[in-house]
């Protein structure tokens, strides 16, 4: 099993950034990819990032594109989430998810408010 615990959200004004880390412990070597997902007030959970294992392949939605980087410390087995410019758009619970083994993001952080404040 992979356990996975988020850290660094808070209340920031428009503009400001943010870092969010995402610790891994448990089976981490079996994690095939990473990725941090969003959920505002009212609406579904969607996609913000994600991450290989090697750290060398990301993929990010459209709508965090150029002021988000994802990346990662292997040896600390923690997965950023380095966010600037934000807008009040980006206030959300924002939680961490691991594909172990290739099957699906199946195991989930508790995730970490992010509210944004204009």
């Known amino acids: 099993q992979v356990q996975l615990a988020e850290s660094g959200g808070g209340f920031v004004q428009a503009g400001d950034s943010l870092r969010l880390s995402c610790a891994g412990s448990g089976r981490t070597n079996y994690i095939i990819s990473t990725a941090w997902f969003r959920q505002a007030p009212g609406k579904e959970r969607e996609f913000a990032a994600s991450?290989?294992?090697?750290?060398?392949?990301?993929n990010y939605a459209d709508s965090v594109k150029g002021r988000f980087t994802i990346s990662k410390d292997n040896l600390k087995n923690i997965v950023y989430l380095q966010m600037n410019s934000l807008t009040p758009n980006d206030t959300a619970v924002y939680y961490c998810a691991a594909s172990v083994g290739g099957g699906g993001y199946r195991a989930w952080g508790q995730g970490t408010q992010v509210t944004v404040a204009s």
């Open positions: 991450i290989d294992s090697t750290g060398r392949r990301t």
